[in-house]
């Protein structure tokens, strides 16, 4: 298939693009470059050995989109494109409702005039807001905390009405748990511009010194070692699960909301451990206060996903952590 992926060049889109490409789709890039280099392209073509479409743009410019998605024979789209800081969206809600909402109706009114009806979208574990029940399904109910996880959940129900206004949309929704590591080349891996908010680009640049001490947000949670418990996700076993979902998507049509997860939780303590013990290295951290916002535990029932996508994830937190060092060392390395 022709696919493109909007955000592509991206930490998560860049890692899909390589497997979607491994398993024989040729993928076309469409990226504005607000949180990503254009240098990601000639890596992804390094490692799969063939050139790599990219196309520079806005997921709102819909004429662009509309031209992109003609010019190439597009037949899916995987949707990555968005702003993604939970922070950040409290500060700048119309940012996020604008470039999320917004440019998901721009892309959806492009394919609609391309008749190019057959979506992944990537979509949040955050849209479950704080956990009533764990393991998290599909079916628990949704009640993000932040504008960020709302501007994901409204876009989930719109194309939720789509796929029920038109019965040719096949749609599925990706409901990612914690993306984190890197390809196993230490070539792409996530780069956040100025200072990270997740734990694992924190652990790598206190890891090589960028950053003397990490902080761990609470102690005190009811959680086995008080420290808050996460289900992290090997990013390589998440762009698995893009291909997977589009093999499903060949079958099957309407909309489908789907958690990719490991099913496990791990404290915050357990990360810096197996990362102290895989990669030999030191992790000087410090407790801090509870971060606002924060759950004590959240991880994944990834049986819908086992079910319908024939998908698991197969890496485990070591492969995590020695993936995450490796691309840490190559971006020192390149500044
Ligand atoms: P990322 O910031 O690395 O990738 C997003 C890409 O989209 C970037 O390359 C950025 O330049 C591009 N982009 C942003 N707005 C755009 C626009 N208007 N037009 C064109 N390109 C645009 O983020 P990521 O971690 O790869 O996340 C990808 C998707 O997955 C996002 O939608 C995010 O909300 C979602 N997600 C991420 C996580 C996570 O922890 N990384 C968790 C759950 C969901
Ligand atoms: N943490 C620290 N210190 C830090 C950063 C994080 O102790 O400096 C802790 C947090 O308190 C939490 C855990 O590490 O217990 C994970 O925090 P992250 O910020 O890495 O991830 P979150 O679970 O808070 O959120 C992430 C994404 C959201 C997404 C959500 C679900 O940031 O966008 O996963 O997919 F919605």
Same mark, same amino acid.
């Given at each position: ?95 996020? $409702? !604008? #470039?999320? &909402?917004?440019?998901?109706? @721009? ?6 005039? =391309? /008749? ?59 409901? $990612? !748990? #914690?993306? &984190?590591?890197?390809?196993? @080349? ?6 956040? =511009? /100025? ?141």
């Amino acid at each position: 298939m022709n696919v493109l992926l909007t955000g592509g060049t991206g930490y998560i889109g860049s890692h899909t693009a390589l497997v979607l490409s491994q398993f024989g789709h040729q993928v076309t890039l469409f990226d504005n470059l607000s949180n990503s280099k254009k240098s990601v392209v000639a890596r992804i073509e390094n490692i799969i050995g063939r050139s790599c479409s990219f196309v520079e743009g806005d997921v709102c410019d819909t004429a662009l989109l509309t031209a992109t998605l003609a010019e190439y024979s597009i037949d899916a789209v995987v949707h990555f494109a968005g702003l993604k800081a939970v922070g950040e969206s409290s500060e700048n809600p119309i940012d996020y $409702y !604008f #470039n999320n &909402v917004q440019g998901s109706i @721009s892309l959806i009114k492009a394919m609609e005039t =391309q /008749g190019i009806r057959t979506m992944v979208f990537s979509s949040s574990a955050t849209v479950y807001g704080s956990p009533q029940q764990l393991p998290l399904k599909e079916e628990h109910p949704t009640d993000p905390a932040n504008p960020y996880g709302r501007s994901k959940l409204h876009i989930e129900e719109m194309l939720n009405d789509l796929a029920q206004s038109n019965q040719d949309w096949r749609v599925v929704c990706l409901r $990612y !748990f #914690n993306p &984190v590591g890197a390809h196993d @080349s230490g070539l792409i891996g996530e780069q956040p =511009q /100025g200072t990270p908010n997740n734990l694992m680009p924190l652990i790598t640049q206190v890891a090589v010194g960028q950053r003397s001490e990490l902080r761990v947000f609470g102690n005190d949670y009811p959680t086995g070692d008080g420290t808050g418990v996460r289900d992290y996700i090997h990013v390589m076993d998440l762009a698995d699960g893009h291909a997977a979902a589009l093999e499903f998507l060949k079958e099957s049509s309407g909309w489908h909301a789907i958690n990719l997860g490991t099913g496990f939780g791990h404290s915050v303590l357990e990360v810096i451990q197996a990362f102290k013990t895989v990669n030999g290295c030191e992790v000087p951290y410090r407790f801090a206060p509870r971060r606002i916002g924060d759950v004590p535990e959240y991880y994944a029932d990834p049986g819908k996903a086992g079910k319908l996508l024939n998908w698991s994830a197969k890496r485990g937190l070591d492969d995590m952590c020695i993936s995450a060092l490796k691309y840490q060392n190559l971006v020192e390395k390149a500044s």
